[in-house]
């Protein structure tokens, strides 16, 4: 069965921290793997897509890596903000479909 | 065109009722997807679109379950005879005909079903 598992399951820093989420898959099949933030109740907003080609991918202070060879990604965030807190899922790419293998999530709050 | 919509956003039923939910995906978009997510877990897969074509369903989306989409634009998930574990956050994404690969997925904001 494929697993993403997303570690922490929650997390609590204050503002102006640095902070990583980490993510890992056992399924050699994902090929491409998508960060998404979640606030309560919402849909999905994209943040990153990292192609295995590509390895890493940044926007403003959002950065992502993909290890297919370990099956890790992580999403480092820089100078966490109060508007940060929510929770960030990681969703690995499988199939011609290109369906998206979801891990639980991390929740973050980030306090003033 | 400002992205994936969804309608309703909130859905309370009564066990036993048909429900049914609407996602219209962004307009070049030739991908669509359905998601479900339970509280506290990811998304899961339901089903896919290529155009009007339904090329891929999970064994989560049982018999009571259909999905449609007509002429390859907006696109229909509808629930029979409900159940309580019916009660999720039904999510509809769209990517393009490049792929979401490539191009990543754009969600909905989501229909939330609460079945009583």
């Known amino acids: 069965k494929q697993e993403v598992t997303q570690i922490p399951a929650a997390l609590s820093v204050p503002e102006g921290e640095n902070l990583v989420l980490n993510c890992s898959f056992t399924?050699?099949?994902?090929?491409?793997l998508q960060w998404f933030r979640q606030d309560p109740g919402k849909g999905l907003t994209s943040l990153l897509l990292?192609?295995?080609?590509?390895r890493e991918q940044t926007s403003g202070r959002l950065n992502a890596s993909l290890d297919k060879s370990s099956g890790r990604s992580t999403l480092y965030i820089a100078a966490s903000q109060p508007g940060d807190s929510a929770t960030y899922l990681c969703?690995?790419?499988?199939?011609?479909?290109?369906?998206?293998?979801f891990g639980t999530g991390t929740r973050l709050q980030v306090t003033l | 065109d400002t992205g994936v919509s969804q309608d309703p956003r909130h859905k309370i039923t009564k066990r036993g009722q048909n429900v049914t939910f609407r996602c219209d995906p962004i307009?070049?978009?030739?991908?669509l997807y359905w998601y479900r997510q339970t509280l506290g877990q990811g998304p899961e897969f339901l089903t896919y679109?290529?155009?009007?074509?339904?090329?891929?369903k999970s064994r989560l989306l049982s018999d009571r379950f259909s999905a449609e989409r007509p002429k390859g634009s907006f696109s229909t998930l509808e629930i029979q005879r409900t159940e309580q574990g019916d009660s999720a956050m039904y999510l509809c994404?769209?990517?393009?005909?490049?792929?979401?690969?490539?191009?990543?997925?754009?969600f909905g904001s989501g229909t939330r079903l609460t079945v009583v």
């Open positions: 399924d050699s099949a994902i090929y491409n």
């Open positions: 990292i192609q295995s080609s590509q």
């Open positions: 679109f290529q155009n009007e074509a339904q090329l891929e």
């Open positions: 307009s070049e978009h030739n991908r």
């Open positions: 969703a690995g790419f499988t199939g011609t479909a290109s369906k998206l293998t």
């Open positions: 994404a769209s990517s393009s005909k490049q792929g979401a690969a490539n191009y990543g997925y754009t």
